[in-house]
């Protein structure tokens, strides 16, 4: 008998199956399509280097953990963390304050709005059980920072929409800060006081062939406990523990851990925990639409430089956010070329997701007028998600309590993914590292 399978090789699934396994545990990790991953996902095209995924990650300590315990620090590139961002707001692209000069001096608020967010201390904590991330900022920091700061965030990170969102679910480290310190300013002063050290390194993490570097490693180290092509068709518990049905066997094992996308979770558990899979099932998933556009360098003066641009939900605009991938890491496009990534779609536009790709092309070209290019860009790729991130909505606190409820109920099984603790890369791999006990 195994001691535990996981099903599903997503950056879940991979990096729980490679803790147990480093932990000693009998574990094999099943995946249905022919590589492991999951959306983390890089190409080369035509010298072009494309992630069709995430991006960039924070170097959490549990991530950059992970990284070291791979050998893989010589692969990692590191952008300056101070590379400026933007933000698209009354026709123009307004730099995001980094330090208190430029936050006096930014157009992004009013003097009211500046004022107000300076009282943000004074602020009294709500009583309501559950609130949106919009009505949070608009409350302890007003709405001006809710819409040109919050609102851009929520849609260009979460592709969601912050009046939507739980902000307990969203930023628990923010509810929390209010609930025990009554204001966000004490709490991240006692945070920083509180910190051991300073993190291991600072910046935006990827890798010199992309962020895929990371899941081909974990699965290299895996070896033959990862078996590719291999879809779990059923799901029975047993007195021993769990039976995985696959196409071609049967495997006994005493624990099993979940960590498919949400809507396949829910297929394997419909039949004995019914309350599960509806709250899986109900989990809104947005389609998302990645465009990697190129253009010759020389189309700018100067070049776009930083992180990129979000954009305050405007009539105008549709597009949720660029990327400016050829300035934040090396090699990412051909010499004389600019590189960037472009989302469109989300809750706020998710019929954007089936437009073609000369209508996808004219959007963007009217969206990107504010680069103020002098040639017309390159279409390198079009991917496109029919279900993207997931969305922690006002419901998902309770869907979530469904699932702690089905993990008491039925001991050894246990559903893991993006869906639950944080949708971030590093959130992902500080969740999955996280073995119970036993």
Known sequence: MIDTVVVGAGLSGLTRADALA?????????????????????????????????????????????VVG???????????????????????????????????????????????????????????????????????LGPEVAERFVEPFISGVFAG?????????????????????????????????????PPPVRGLLTFRDGLETLPRAIAARLGDRLRLGTRVEALRSSQDGWTVCTAKEEITTRRVVLAAPA???????????????????SIP????????????????????RGFGHLVVPQPERRILGAIYSSSLFPDR??????????????????????????????????DLAVLHSTSPFEIV???????????????????????QRTERDWPGLTFLGNYRGGVSVGDVVANAMKLEPG
């Open 333 to 366: 496009a051909p010499s004389g070329r600019f590189l960037a990534t472009i989302f469109l779609g989300g809750t706020r536009d998710p019929a954007a997701v089936d437009l073609p790709g000369p209508e996808l092309a004219s959007i963007v070209e009217d």
């Open 22 to 66: 480093r932990s000693g545990q009998d574990v094999l990790l099943l995946e249905e399509s022919s590589r492991a991953g999951g959306v983390v996902s890089s190409e080369m095209r035509d010298g072009f280097l494309l992630e069709k995924g995430p991006n960039t990650v924070r170097p959490t300590p549990p991530l950059w953990q992970l």
């Open 161 to 197: 929409d912050a009046w939507q969102l739980d902000i307990a679910e969203c930023f628990p480290k923010l509810a929390r800060w209010e609930r025990d310190f009554s204001s966000l300013t004490f709490g991240a002063l006692v945070e920083r006081l509180r910190a051991s050290g």
């Open 70 to 140: 791979l050998d893989l620090e010589g692969e990692a590139l590191l952008a300056d963390p101070r590379e400026p961002r933007f933000i698209d707001f009354q026709g123009g692209l307004q730099p995001v304050p980094m330090s208190l000069k430029s936050f006096l001096s930014t157009p992004l608020l009013s003097w009211r709005g500046k004022l107000r967010l300076l009282a943000e201390f004074s602020v009294f904590p709500s009583r309501e059980r559950v609130e949106s991330v919009a009505s949070f900022f608009q409350r302890r």
């Open 285 to 304: 998933h947005p389609p998302l639409v990645v465009l990697h556009l190129a253009w010759p360098i020389d189309a700018f003066s100067p070049p776009p």
């Open 263 to 281: 809507r396949e979770a829910a297929l394997l558990v419909a039949s004995f925990a019914p309350d599960a899979a509806v709250a899986l099932k």
């Open 381 to 403: 790729r079009i991917t496109r998600y029919a279900r993207a991130l997931p969305q922690y909505d006002l419901e998902h606190g309770s869907r979530i309590e469904t699932l």
